[in-house]
T-cell receptor, first 116, second 115 residues
Framework: AQSVAQPEDQVNVAEGNPLTVKCTYS??????LFWYVQYPNRGLQFLLK??????LVKGSYGFEAEFNKSQTSFHLKKPSALVSDSALYFC??????????????FGTGTRLTVIP | DGGITQSPKYLFRKEGQNVTLSCEQN?????MYWYRQDPGQGLRLIYY???????QKGDIAEGYSVSREKKESFPLTVTSAQKNPTAFYLC??????????????FGPGTRLTVL
């Protein structure tokens, strides 16, 4: 069965410093991985995805993520954090048994706080 | 929140009542989804639909029902059989296509509280 782990419930980083939000996955076959961000009382917004190809994926708002097959990880990164990046971040993996709708299995989320 | 609308934003339910949450999309997406979000548990899939008049149960379908009479609409009914319905409910949609793994677009959510 597939699973996604976000080992840190909370990440604090100073404004201007690099940030990393960790994600590891377990899935049989090729993983299809996604990152989403959620602001308070709002829906999720798509940031980026890895399907195949280059291990470094660039997404919205200056975020990027690196797919590491040997470590089964897909960590989200940004070189310089902004206060406005403070939000809840979700990593997700596509359910491998799906052939139609793109069902996703979500991690429990990591709350990022950027300190001014 | 893209072209997906959810209503109402807040909903209060008395025990024993059925309530229906609305979800409409104008993105021409074939697939639609309903998730439940609880603190510390991430999102859990309730139901999904790939085509009009067809839908499948997700991981936590008990106590919920859906319909898909139109491509644009995917309402969720929370029935009295759902014992712990207080949660934040999110609707999403995505396009479909063989070999294309498209991201889901989410609505703004409905917060349901049982009184």
């Amino acid at each position: 069965a597939q699973s996604v782990a976000q080992p840190e419930d909370q990440v604090n980083v100073a404004e201007g410093n690099p940030l990393t939000v960790k994600c590891t996955y377990s899935v049989s076959g090729n993983p299809y991985l996604f990152w989403y961000v959620q602001y308070p009382n709002r829906g999720l917004q798509f940031l980026l995805k890895y399907i195949t190809g280059d291990n470094l994926v660039k997404g919205s708002y200056g975020f990027e993520a690196e797919f590491n097959k040997s470590q089964t990880s897909f960590h989200l990164k940004k070189p310089s954090a902004l206060v406005s990046d403070s939000a809840l971040y979700f990593c997700a993996v596509r359910a491998p048994y799906q052939t139609g709708a793109n069902n996703l299995f979500f991690g429990t989320g990591t709350r990022l706080t950027v300190i001014p | 929140d893209g072209g997906i609308t959810q209503s109402p934003k807040y909903l209060f339910r008395k025990e024993g009542q059925n309530v229906t949450l609305s979800c409409e999309q104008n993105l021409n997406h074939d697939a639609m989804y309903w998730y439940r979000q609880d603190p510390g548990q991430g999102l859990r899939l309730i139901y999904y639909s790939q085509i009009v008049n067809d839908f499948q149960k997700g991981d936590i379908a008990e106590g919920y029902s859906v319909s898909r009479e139109k491509k644009e609409s995917f309402p969720l009914t929370v029935t009295s059989a759902q014992k712990n319905p207080t949660a934040f409910y999110l609707c999403a949609s995505s396009s479909m296509g063989q070999g294309v793994y498209n991201e889901q677009f989410f609505g703004p959510g409905t917060r349901l509280t049982v009184l």
